[in-house]
């Protein structure tokens, strides 16, 4: 492991996580990636998932359950020097979050988004996610769970996200490419990530993601800059689960729209003597 | 006291009273009067009925009156609900000639300009005022709609040249006219925000659509959030990532902002939040005022935690104030809240310019590394030395949970308490240290105190010229939260009747004065109709309240 | 106009309004599907298609600006003999009120959701909403819209919608059709209305539309029952825009996946003498 | 006092140290000792130090001790982190013997039985008091395990026969185990909740997952939201909609509901909200405890409106109240709160089994039509006919904009008058007169005082009883809103110290009291590191402040 991305805040995951393989990756990522840790900032919510900062040797805004995207988009709008990635869950991302996913996805700010997808809530101990196969039973939803299950990838290309992955958490150097690819892209990059829950998700485990999923690289029909292809795909889950870019296309991002890209980051703004007088002159009746 | 002039103009959204009304405002200025303006609208885009109100004076003015002088009326509804409280000697003036003359210049687009110059003959005001103000507030348009709107003012004028209510103008001073959404705006642009994020919500929105309109000049990111969650959330990481960060809305979105307070005072994140009230419980009456959550913005938020409540109360105050907030966000890493209400965003007097430079920036950010720099770490001040994500080498750690210095998540007991030490009590004492004083007015040989917080102040000020013979003073609590406990007290004396003046139902200044210094006062006078207090309300409760003590 | 469903309530919207087709709409697909006022519930949020309810004779719960779905959701589930309408705006329902949007149609329960999309703010007097179109210029977006607009409707076909429509407010037979057949479909029906904002969106007027609507109804090609070309139709807004249904499958909805509609509505439970003894007898030590 | 004896399992989450609770929960009452026991556990799934305590006596107990006689270690840092607060004769049981036992039997899993057994046998427990709960426990698993586990217990039990602690067990009376989430939600079965909709938080989830066990038995509709907007808002709808709702969160999760609380109260929709505290601001510490959303909940939620705040002191009021709660929404259509902490939700007690059909239903529902109805129907009481929608043939209006009668948007002052007067004024007016009791303890003769609210009632209850020379008597506010101020001030004597005792940093009740009653109480003994508060933690303190009176 990569010493310079590593720290020494001990890990609380339970042994065999997905989430290791995630942290794996990301360290992995970041040192293709270059620069040192204080060219990262990581954001992200509350969970599992959103412990993982803390494992990592750079800045780290761990906010509220469900908030981390739209604290990640302002920290780059105002310093957009710093790399932003979002560590996030399938509940704090698509559930209590689900309204930050859809606005900043038409933002498309420059953040590259990984959601850990284990298809339960893991920190509040084993409740249906947003993901959530049907029929899965669990302690709240006693007769299994009845709602259709997310397809936020769906709706992230509905809603024109340029860069939209699958990972898995057990396929490192996959998922390492696919973050330095969603990091590398300028505009919101979306990556969500199979992570199996040993202990609450008796149903997607490793074994049972390793048996399903294949990489779209290696599938010949696969062109990730064909927007409607790319959305057929992400319905198919099942038998077989595809992983890797579904669709990359680069538009303009939110600070090359709003023009911020083309001035000094914003947080070097120099404050101290503004001159406001002339404002105040338009207040003046004459 | 001073000769004035109560002029209403009342009609349905969309027929231009508030256009009127600037118009109006600018000239009573400009010919040396002086004017307190507010608005009184429905939360609807066309038709009903709303009403700005213009108190035109020979000295200064501060707040409203009941009795109305002149009523201009733009539709037939309005005209039957207001009439009644026209003065005796008070003139009507109905929509036909306004109308007609409107006509004659080419539509209905020019009844603004015939009404105000009806009005400026009534008050004698010469006609070249209204002519440059007009030829300015239509600067942008092109010269033949300049003129005509003169024309149709001219013939205004001429409908009567009675000068039924003559106020003796003294010009010279240069006045501005101000409302306190944009005085806050102000403030934050002078105080350097790089970053607003919003979601409309009457009555802050004023606050939103200024910054909006200043935005390119000052450098600022004003952005409109998908809700106001989103909004604290990310002026909280903007603040986070190195810039002065903003936020503003009314009570329902404050509400949606509660999580994010509780985590900008956990993350020690400086952020300002104006909270500009309206009438609630939830929508309420969306355009009209309250101060019904002086409580609420106290409690705020889950858990235990340092915060400032500023309530200016006059448009100068609200300038200033802004200012301060950020200073003190920044020195303590805490949720500075501004306190307004529809009443102080909304309405205007004339007065002198401020003072810009009277607050200066203290941004307190660490400029330099410093050897096992730790975003939390332990102090005699409870202020942790706080540096921008990427501008120094150390990795910089936020966090939401409970945590050690290094800002990493923790599950001692011990470090807790040193936490909560630190966040709580550490900085409160602080804070306590240099809250703002009581604002006084006519103390000495007081028998009644009116007290109040945010935009009663400028009229409980005139209230006490007004109640001379019931020899009222007045304190004002430009900042409720920490609440200046000792130095109000040390204010008080002997025999003195204290009566808080709330726009809301529970009294709540009262309750909290009583918490905070144990003392209960005589009485409160309260209103919660959704209208601002005017003087004579005011008066009229005072002079009821000191007939039973 | 049909008396029954009319209401004493004076209108509070700007003459020339969308909004007055839509109620027109409304009243006259009421009355097709027959019945009582007693018998519909009409739920909403804040903004001026939020007042809508007020109009109408017939039951009305005004919520919080962007909670319409998730108290009109709830309502249902507990006493589904009422038919339920959600009279939204496109700040209501997509901004304010996003997360609901995104999970009341995985929860597929049985509500008729109008969303009287002007592509505006019009309440808080201009602002831009999620749908609002690029480039257009307000008080607050003052160099012009930089965000995707939204494709709710393409966004509500990832989520699995199961009844998907566009109507226009200056079409009041076609509209009526759609509120009636979407009130007739079992399940989450989704019609977003064009509705032409004559104060504030000066853009998107009623000519605009005018000009650019067409029928799904009337292109041969169409076919409702397609979900990937029905995804694709959703993006079709410029030149051309489509209205009608671009989306039908009947799917089970939450009261027949729960099991609540086999049985009698919650709120008629008599709860006056609950016997909880057992349930505590298993709390006793023995 | 009695004899009893302090028992800690402590190990890494995952390692089954709850079972271990269990299994001695049951059989310590099954011998006929009573119990108290608390959970101290981490956020996090696996790994780390948890430790659930039970306090074993011979008499009646409520509250934790600090000192431990018994200590089960399954891991060697927990060993090391609890041993200081072994007593000098106390029991150490490490993991290995019991490791050992539990290999021989089949595995890791057996642990949990070989070690209650080990605890059984240092107390003389009867085996076959284990035996029968073991039985009971896995009696949903095949014979062979239950067998095997009998079979680990008596080895654990086989281990040291000497009887370390003997206890004087009284068997005979029946005795219930429940904690605080679970009578929470069995009041609101036994009340006719039919719609209950949350999001997960800890420490509130534990209704969540009892009202979900049940749903299906006494059909109600348990449905998880999306997030916490979503959940009041649809508890809401559904109690609209007709059927009795209720919703449960932390802190943070009720900071999102606050504007629905506030719709709550202008649409007069009852509800019933409870807040599980636990530790913040923000994410805070998820899994202890606190009450520092007191003030909080009393002033959440924006404009002013009618609420009640309970605050149960035990699992039974715990059970009573949530049913009360119920009752006063219904009457009153407010939103009534009941305010929980993680200590009250997930502690227990042996106790007698309660009074189950105490609390009668009482809806208040219009069950016919009525001629010319309106929804806010203006009455002396400020209490409107409530009918459900589809009940009776007129459209019923709701609106969240101030309304009037009718339930139509208005803007008018004087309807605003009355509807603030009904839903504020009135209802308040009511509900003060069927205010519940602050709870006496040790009244007549007491010097000191220790006042309460919530999950510390049943441990000052004891603190009395263990200083009895201090003359320390004790009051519990079962409710806090309104607040009980004319009946605790006639609770009053000359003489007698008043000290708060809260789980918090800002000793909110006396605020509380400060305010209301206008008494300052004489000093507040505080906790605020997320553990609950020991008998000996209040009574150091105690002897502390009465030292320096
Ligand atoms: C406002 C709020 N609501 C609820 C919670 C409790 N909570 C913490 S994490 C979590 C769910 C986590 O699920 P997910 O995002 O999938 O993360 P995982 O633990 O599975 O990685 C919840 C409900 C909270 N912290 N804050
Ligand atoms: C929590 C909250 N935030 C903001 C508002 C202010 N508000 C009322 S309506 C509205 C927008 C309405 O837009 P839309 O839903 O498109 O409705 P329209 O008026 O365009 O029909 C806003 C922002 C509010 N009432 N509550
Ligand atoms: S509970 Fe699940 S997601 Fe959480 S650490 Fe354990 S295995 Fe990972
Ligand atoms: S502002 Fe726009 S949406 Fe609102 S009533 Fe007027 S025209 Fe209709
Ligand atoms: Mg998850
Ligand atoms: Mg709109």
Chains 1, 3 share one sequence.
């Not at chain 1, 927007?227 to 538009?251: C, D, H, R």
């Not at chain 2, 005085?183 to 919003?198: C, D, T």
Request: proline share 5%.
């Amino acid at each position: 492991m990569p010493k310079k991305f590593g720290t020494a805040d001990p890990i609380a995951w339970c042994p065999g996580c997905g989430n290791f393989g995630i942290l794996n990756s990301i360290q992995k990522a970041l040192s293709k990636l270059g620069g040192e840790p204080k060219d990262y900032l990581l954001v992200s919510g509350i969970g599992q998932s959103s412990k993982l900062p803390h494992y990592i040797n750079a800045n780290c805004f761990n906010g509220l359950h469900g908030r981390a995207l739209p604290a990640a988009a302002a920290a780059k709008m105002v310093n957009r020097e710093l790399t932003v990635l979002v560590h996030t869950g399938d509940g704090d991302c698509y559930g209590e979050g689900g309204n930050h996913f859809l606005h900043n996805i038409r933002r498309n700010i420059d953040l590259t988004v990984i959601v850990h997808n284990n298809q339960i809530y893991g920190l509040t101990k084993g409740q249906a996610s947003p993901t959530t196969d049907r029929g899965y039973k669990t302690k709240v939803q006693i007769n299994g769970v009845i709602l259709e299950p997310m397809n936020a990838l769906g709706m992230a290309l509905s809603l024109g996200a340029p860069f939209v992955a699958r990972g898995f958490s057990d396929q490192i150097e996959h998922l390492t490419d696919l973050i330095v690819r969603g990091a590398q892209h300028k505009g919101f990059a979306l990556i969500e990530v199979l992570q199996p829950c040993v202990t609450f998700n008796k149903k997607n485990t490793h074994k049972w993601y390793q048996e399903r999923v294949y990489k779209l690289e290696e599938d010949k029909s696969h062109n990730p800059s064909d927007l409607f292809e790319a959305w057929k795909k992400t319905f198919e889950w099942g038998e077989k689960i595809p992983i890797g870019v579904f669709f990359e296309k680069q538009k303009p991002s939110y600070g090359e729209a709003s023009g911020l890209d083309g001035k000094p980051p914003l947080f070097l703004d120099k404050i101290e003597d503004i001159s406001i007088g002339e404002v105040f002159d338009s207040f003046i009746v004459r | 006291m001073a000769s004035e002039v109560n002029i209403r103009i009342a009609g349905e959204a969309g027929q231009g009273t508030k256009t009127i009304g600037d118009i109006l405002n600018r000239t009573l200025v400009l010919a040396g009067l002086n004017i307190f303006t507010n608005l009184d609208y429905m939360s609807r885009v066309r038709g009903g009925d709303n009403f700005v109100q213009i108190r035109a004076s020979e000295t200064e003015v501060f707040s409203p009156r009941e009795e109305i002088n002149i009523l201009v009326s733009l539709n037939p509804e309005s005209a039957s609900i207001h009439k009644r409280f026209l003065s005796p000697d008070g003139i009507f003036l109905p929509l036909e000639p306004l109308s007609k003359i409107a006509q004659e210049t080419g539509g209905d687009i020019y009844i603004n300009s015939a009404a105000a110059g009806a009005v400026a003959a009534a008050l004698g005001i010469n006609f070249e005022h209204l002519e440059k103000v007009l030829a300015g507030i239509f600067a942008n348009k092109d010269k033949e709609i300049i003129g005509k709107n003169i024309k149709a003012a001219r013939s205004g004028y001429e409908l009567d040249r009675t000068i039924k209510f003559k106020l003796n103008a003294s010009p010279g001073e240069k006045k501005i006219l101000l409302e306190g959404s944009e005085a806050i705006a102000l403030g934050a642009i002078k105080a350097g925000v790089r970053f607003y994020s919003a979601y409309p919500m009457t009555p802050s929105t004023g606050i939103l659509n200024n910054l909006a309109h200043y935005a390119r000049q000052f450098n600022i990111l004003v952005e409109q959030a998908e809700d106001e969650i989103a909004a604290i959330n990310m002026a909280i990481g903007a603040s986070f990532a190195g810039v002065r960060a903003m936020t503003g809305t009314s009570g329902g979105g404050f509400a949606l902002m509660n999580e994010g307070l509780s985590l900008a005072a956990m993350t020690e994140t400086p952020v300002v939040i104006v909270e500009a009230q309206r009438p609630a419980p939830a929508t309420g009456f969306p355009t009209r005022t309250e101060q019904g959550d002086l409580d609420y913005v106290i409690h705020a938020g889950h858990g235990e935690f340092a915060r400032v409540v500023f309530a200016p109360g006059s448009v100068s105050e609200a300038y200033y104030l802004t200012q301060k907030a950020f200073n003190l966000a920044d020195k303590y890493q805490i949720p500075v809240i501004i306190l307004s209400d529809q009443h102080l965003a909304e309405s205007v007097r004339s007065q002198i310019p401020f003072d810009l430079n009277r607050v200066k920036i203290e941004r307190h950010l660490l400029s330099e590394e410093v050897p096992d720099y730790k975003r939390y770490r332990l102090t005699g001040s409870g202020i942790s030395p706080r540096a921008i994500p990427g501008a120094i080498k150390t990795a910089i750690y936020a966090d939401s949970d409970e945590h050690d210095e290094a800002g990493h998540i923790t599950e001692e007991a011990a470090t807790r308490i040193e936490m909560v030490k630190k966040r709580f009590y550490k900085k409160m004492a602080g804070l306590k240290e240099e809250v703002l004083d009581p604002v006084p007015y006519k103390l000495p040989g007081a028998k009644i105190l009116l007290l109040g917080f945010g935009s009663t102040h400028e009229t409980l000020h005139e209230v006490c010229d007004y109640a001379a013979d019931l020899k009222a003073g007045h304190i004002h609590f430009p900042q409720v939260w920490p609440f200046p406990a000792e130095k109000f007290k040390k204010m008080l004396f002997e025999g003195v009747k204290l009566i808080t003046v709330e726009n809301n139902a529970s009294a709540q200044l009262a309750g909290l004065i009583r918490r905070e210094c144990g003392i209960t006062v005589f009485s409160s006078i309260l209103r919660f109709d959704g209208r601002p207090f005017s003087l004579d309300f005011v008066l009229r409760e005072l002079k009821e309240k000191v007939k039973h003590a």
